[in-house]
């Protein structure tokens, strides 16, 4: 059970020791507490230390989205933060209302000193191919037919991918599955990759550090931290036969083009067919008890007003303001 710090004050207890008095705190827990989504552990950061406070203290565990659904409906936290949308069914099993909270996308991140800076174009079947081990160096003929003009080194490729249970997981196989027939086959859209070749990390940054760590590693995470990381960020060929670079204005398009559903509060992204939609685009979804337990407290207030004020962290944090129908169907919940 969380306990509350009224007025922020911290309980104290005097002792005399002959002539010493020492004075001890005890120390207070939030009164919000959080966990779930490595992708949005920037963003998380600056929503808690900006909104959290006018609802008591907002604390945020990146575990990842499948550990944070998990907690949510056990309601071991106050709300989980998950990558993958849920299904309304699903929903109305675990007890759990879902609230979009922003626009972000999954980057992919190479290690290539050789490339100076230049940006690489991949798509889904290159990318499937490396991580069943079928493509094994940067010069390989399918990444040159890619990359016209672009000297790329006969460098030995390690792929780099999530160990544990992760949304970005699931967005990044879910675009390996929708260029590669045999990956859509073998592994499908799934959030636990587990596989034959390179090697896994737990955790966004884990895997950021392998890549960094890894002259010819390849891998993938959140935008704003691949951004920081200094790795190179590549281009990807969307459904509309276009490479796009992940930024805000391709999120945003990908967002804008994606159909809403009003009783799971989902996005269906898959697929965006703009020109300049990014293909890997994403939005993560906070989970909240639709009936909560005695003891636990309300993520709402928080969730709410981070959504409909926080643009700015939002934007700094390398993610994309929810468009109006999605900003609508967070601020009507209560």
Same mark, same amino acid.
């Given at each position: 059970?969380?306990?509350?710090?009224?007025?922020?004050?911290?309980?104290?207890? *005097?002792?005399?020791? $002959?002539?010493?008095?020492?004075? !001890?705190?005890?120390?207070?827990?939030?009164?919000?507490?959080?966990?779930?989504? %490595?992708?949005?552990?920037?963003?998380? &950061?600056?929503? %808690?230390?900006?909104?959290?406070?006018?609802?008591?203290?907002?604390?945020?565990?990146?575990? $990842?989205?499948?550990?944070?659904?998990?907690?949510?409906?056990?309601?071991?936290?106050? @709300?989980?933060? &998950?990558?993958?949308?849920?299904?309304?069914?699903?929903?109305?099993?675990? /007890?759990?209302?879902?609230?979009?909270?922003?626009?972000?996308?999954?980057?992919?991140?190479? #290690?290539?000193?050789?490339?100076? /800076? +230049?940006?690489?174009?991949? #798509?889904?079947?290159?990318?499937?191919?490396?991580?069943? /081990? #079928?493509? %094994?160096?940067?010069?390989?003929?399918?990444?040159?037919?890619?990359?016209?003009? *672009?000297?790329?080194?006969?460098?030995?490729?390690?792929?780099?991918?999530?160990?544990?249970?992760?949304?970005?997981?699931?967005? @990044?196989?879910?675009?390996?599955?929708?260029?590669?027939? +045999?990956?859509?086959?073998?592994?499908?859209?799934?959030?636990?990759?587990?596989?034959?070749?390179?090697?896994?990390?737990?955790? $966004?940054?884990?895997? !950021?550090?392998? =890549?960094?760590? &890894?002259?010819?590693?390849?891998?993938?995470?959140? !935008?704003?931290?691949?951004?920081?990381?200094?790795?190179?960020?590549?281009?990807? *060929?969307?459904?509309?036969?276009?490479?796009?670079?992940?930024?805000?204005?391709?999120?945003?398009?990908?967002?804008?083009?994606?159909?809403?559903?009003?009783?799971? #509060?989902?996005?269906?992204?898959?697929?965006?067919?703009?020109?300049?939609?990014?293909?890997?685009?994403?939005?993560?979804?906070? !989970? =909240?008890?639709? =009936?909560?337990?005695?003891?636990?407290?309300?993520?709402?207030?928080?969730?709410?007003?981070? =959504?409909?004020?926080?643009?700015?962290?939002?934007?700094?944090?390398?993610?994309?303001?929810?468009?109006?129908?999605?900003?609508?169907?967070?601020?009507?919940?209560?």
């Amino acid at each position: 059970m969380i306990k509350k710090c009224p007025n922020g004050a911290h309980a104290s207890a *005097l002792f005399s020791f $002959g002539i010493s008095l020492v004075l !001890l705190a005890s120390s207070c827990q939030a009164q919000v507490a959080g966990a779930g989504s %490595t992708l949005v552990r920037e963003l998380m &950061t600056s929503w %808690t230390t900006q909104y959290g406070p006018a609802s008591g203290g907002v604390t945020y565990e990146a575990v $990842g989205s499948s550990a944070g659904a998990a907690r949510a409906a056990e309601q071991s936290v106050d @709300f989980g933060i &998950t990558d993958v949308p849920m299904t309304a069914a699903a929903l109305r099993l675990a /007890g759990l209302r879902q609230v979009p909270l922003a626009g972000a996308a999954v980057a992919v991140v190479v #290690n290539l000193p050789e490339l100076g /800076g +230049k940006a690489i174009k991949l #798509n889904g079947d290159i990318l499937a191919d490396i991580y069943q /081990g #079928n493509i %094994t160096q940067w010069n390989h003929s399918q990444i040159a037919g890619a990359n016209p003009g *672009l000297a790329l080194p006969a460098r030995v490729i390690v792929p780099i991918w999530r160990a544990d249970g992760s949304g970005q997981s699931y967005i @990044f196989s879910s675009y390996l599955s929708r260029g590669n027939p +045999k990956w859509r086959r073998v592994m499908g859209s799934t959030s636990n990759l587990s596989l034959t070749v390179g090697r896994g990390a737990k955790g $966004g940054q884990a895997l !950021l550090d392998a =890549v960094k760590a &890894t002259p010819g590693a390849v891998g993938y995470d959140a !935008l704003g931290a691949a951004q920081k990381s200094g790795l190179s960020v590549a281009e990807l *060929l969307n459904s509309s036969g276009k490479s796009v670079a992940p930024n805000a204005a391709s999120i945003s398009e990908a967002l804008e083009r994606a159909q809403w559903s009003k009783d799971g #509060n989902a996005a269906d992204l898959d697929g965006s067919a703009g020109p300049g939609a990014y293909p890997m685009a994403a939005v993560p979804y906070a !989970l =909240v008890p639709a =009936v909560m337990k005695k003891g636990r407290n309300s993520a709402l207030p928080f969730i709410q007003m981070a =959504v409909s004020q926080g643009d700015a962290p939002v934007r700094q944090a390398g993610f994309s303001p929810l468009p109006a129908v999605a900003k609508g169907l967070t601020g009507a919940l209560r």
